[in-house]
């Protein structure tokens, strides 16, 4: 199955480098979620994620006449997504661009308590949980940000991540180690 | 899992990452059961595979937003506008994308134009030097010739001199 989708996605690459828009249009339909949530997880701003990943399909589209199917499309698309995610990072737009989580979770906050939903304690909960995750997920450093969100989310393997972080497979093996460490430390807690 | 079968704990030999492909469901049907086995007497394992357990179930809880109805359409439209740009723009932008980022090409074209001139003063013959150099030959060329009509005379004059005999008589 996943050797069929292989095929797919590169067969669909290589029609858009003979010039056809309708496959890079099923290509984007296939991609995009999945390229917008790695870059919001990454970014935590919706607006800025979406911007990002414009300019991701832009590379995508601009590079079609270069593309080999040398590894999966997959691969290729989230290194050039986390390309441009720590690129923005670098450039210490990331702080100025993030939402404020304080303020979300007041916002949210209150309106649990504004409605009369009998389950509010649990929502409070709940939403208090989310604003810790994404906090502790923050203070990750970039590269093992990014490691986590590609190993959880969409499930690549290490030679794949090596791939789109362009470090070694024992490299990637460091980061989800030291990842996984940090956020065992901080969010162990919540068991139960 | 060889080991786990001889009571070797993942934990004791640095093996985290068998117990994270566990944790994450990646592990073959085979070797869950084997560290399931090793889970089920090794507490300090245990404790590992329930906290990133944890982590892996708060992780899952972080839900995203919808991806914006417009965002096709406006992915369209900046590859149509790019289709239309001119070679120079093109140009100018790969350039861009290669300059340190914030360097604004109104700095960056009048300094380049003073670094071009530089090189070029320097490849090209300054004309000033070049003149001086001229004057330096006129006037060697000029005592030279001024010596020679100083020895001529000499000569003129020595030949006015009467014989060195006839003086004597």
Redesign the interface.
Known sequence: MAVATFEHDAELMLRVRGGDAQSFALLLAKHRGPVIHFLYRMIQNQAVAEELAQEVFLRVYRSRARYEPTAKFTTWLFRIASHVALNHIRDGKYERNQESLDQETDEGMGRQVASSAPNVEQRMLREARLAEVRRTIELLPAKQRAAVLMHKYQEMEYAQIAVALECSESAVKSLLFRAYETLRAKLAHMAG | MKNTKDNACPLQKGD??LL?RYC?G?LAAGRVAEVERHVGVCPECRS?V???Q??????E??E??P??AD??A??FA??AR?EKRSGWQRWREAWRRLLP?GLDWRVAAPAGAVALLLVLGLAVENPFRREQAKAMVKLEAREIEQAERALEDLEMLRQLEPPEEETRL
């Open positions: 985290t990452e994270l994450a990646s590992w329930e906290q990133q944890t982590v892996w179930q708060a992780l809880a972080w995203v937003e991806v914006s965002f096709d406006a992915l900046r590859i790019e980022g």
